[in-house]
């Protein structure tokens, strides 16, 4: 579950394909955010980029664009099918962290496909 300053909104993902968006300005749910995946596992926010990144039971991370509300892009790790358990952003870079559920911590720059 994350807070998104920008829209007022509180997204969280659970055992569905969908990111469920709360706006607490208005009191009300907003059109979820639709996954490829079957099972979202973990969701975190970019301050820099107003996106999302999201993991999945899959092992895929997903991109959204907060500001058009679309699926940006996707990221296979090369985890041999592991849940992917965190996703975090490093605030002001454009590195992020992948964590698996059996340990490994993978470091991206956003810019670039494979693991630096």
């Not at 926010?45 to 991370?61: D, M, P, Q, R, Y």
């Not at 664009?65 to 992917?84: F, M, Q, R, W």
């Amino acid at each position: 579950m994350i807070y998104n300053p920008y829209g007022c909104d509180l997204l969280t993902v659970g055992a569905s394909n969908e990111i469920y968006r709360l706006n607490l300005d208005l009191g009300r749910f907003q059109s979820p955010l639709m996954s490829d995946c079957s099972e979202l596992t973990c969701v975190d926010l970019s301050h820099g980029l107003n996106s999302i990144a999201t993991g999945s039971i899959e092992g895929k991370v997903e991109f959204f664009d907060l500001a058009s509300n679309t699926k940006v892009t996707e990221l296979n790790p090369n985890t041999k099918g592991e849940e992917i358990s965190c996703v975090k952003f490093q605030p002001g870079t454009l590195n992020f962290m992948v964590g698996t559920e059996k340990g490994k911590v993978i470091q991206y720059d956003m810019r670039y496909p494979l693991p630096i």
